[in-house]
């Protein structure tokens, strides 16, 4: 037969049990959810870095010259195409940077093929309590840096 006190210390127990595994539950949940938003971060910044690279290598200025002087990628018309993503954001805007790096020889041509190489860095702040622990890459704990690199050919008219 059980007696009333008995009852009372088992609810007790309960209230323990519930306030030591509550941290532990919350932290899960709070993890599941600030890696979607990651994910969510880094998606959109691999698609802005892939449009950036993509009229890059549209505006880019390849010269069909003797000599195969190599194309010249104007960086500062690419930073406000890679914003226009960004706006109103509360990350931030990203870094951006964008280079003509050389590929292959082309055969027919003699000359070097190219490509636009965009690279986006963005710190992106952790939203939710404790995350920061496990998911953080900053010595604060309080940041993720994404990075999105992407390259796309530039075309080269043919010189005639």
């Not at 914003?83 to 805007?93: D, E, M, R, Y």
């Amino acid at each position: 037969m059980k007696r009333k006190s008995d009852k009372r210390a088992s609810g007790g127990q309960v209230l323990v049990e519930v306030l030591l595994m509550l941290p532990v539950f919350l932290l899960l949940v709070f993890t599941v959810m600030e890696t979607g938003h990651l994910a969510f971060r880094t998606i959109l910044l691999h698609h802005a870095a892939y449009e950036v690279a993509r009229i890059g290598s549209l505006t880019a200025t390849a010269i069909a010259a003797p000599g195969c002087p190599p194309p010249v990628v104007s960086a500062n018309k690419l930073k406000p195409v890679a914003l226009s993503f960004f706006n109103n954001n509360a990350a931030g805007a990203p870094q951006v940077s964008a280079i003509a790096k050389p590929t292959l020889q082309d055969p027919q041509e003699g000359c070097m093929n190219y490509d636009v190489e965009v690279t986006l860095v963005q710190r992106i702040p952790m939203i939710f309590p404790m995350t920061g622990f496990i998911l953080s890459n900053t010595k604060d704990r309080r940041f993720r840096v994404l990075t999105a690199e992407v390259r796309m050919p530039i075309e080269r008219p043919l010189f005639k």
